[in-house]
């Protein structure tokens, strides 16, 4: 299979400058606060977002140090296979977070619920759309029994 190329869109902003200390998951950081700035030859496809509360952001891990494929998760104390978590130490180093959009200023959105490393360079934005997003019956693996660990630790830093 032939290697793919991808560039930034933009960049995020946030108060987060360490991982250390950096929420593991935005929906545990409602108050947390940053923006999304687009490249201006990106700025026209930010026409529509308005109607939506949530975006999917999708950027790369760039401060990540190479990947395990058992990791100590954030929520667990027991090693844990590598994709049954969300630990940023990934092959490709890709992140997604789900973000709560505040408004928009031309090529810069404000978020809520952030959980990602200021200056993190941005890949994509897609809406999140409960009736697409949102699914009925689902299991949650072995974080259904794992301690109820919200804050961030030192685990990935």
């Avoid at 939506?52 to 760039?62: A, G, R, T």
């Avoid at 058992?70 to 890709?94: C, E, H, M, W, Y």
């Avoid at 974080?143 to 961030?152: H, M, V």
Wanted: net charge negative; glycine share 8%; proline share 7%.
């Amino acid at each position: 299979m032939a290697e793919m190329t991808v560039r930034p869109i933009g960049v995020l902003h946030s108060p987060f400058t360490e991982r250390a200390g950096t929420p593991i998951q935005g929906a545990f950081a409602p108050e947390a606060t940053g923006t999304v700035e687009v490249f201006e030859e990106f700025a026209e496809g930010l026409d529509d977002l308005d109607g939506f509360s949530h975006l999917h952001l999708i950027y790369v891990f760039d401060r990540s140090d190479g990947y395990r494929l058992k990791v100590r998760p954030f929520r667990d104390d027991t090693p844990r296979g590598l994709f049954s978590t969300r630990a940023p130490s990934r092959p490709n180093q890709i992140g997604l977070s789900v973000v709560r959009l505040l408004g928009r200023d031309g090529n810069v959105l404000h978020v809520a619920e952030v959980d990602f490393l200021d200056a993190t360079p941005l890949l994509d934005i897609k809406p999140y759309v409960p009736r697409f997003d949102r699914r009925d019956g689902c299991r949650s693996g072995w974080l259904e029994q794992s301690q109820e660990r919200t804050a961030a630790d030192d685990r990935f830093a």
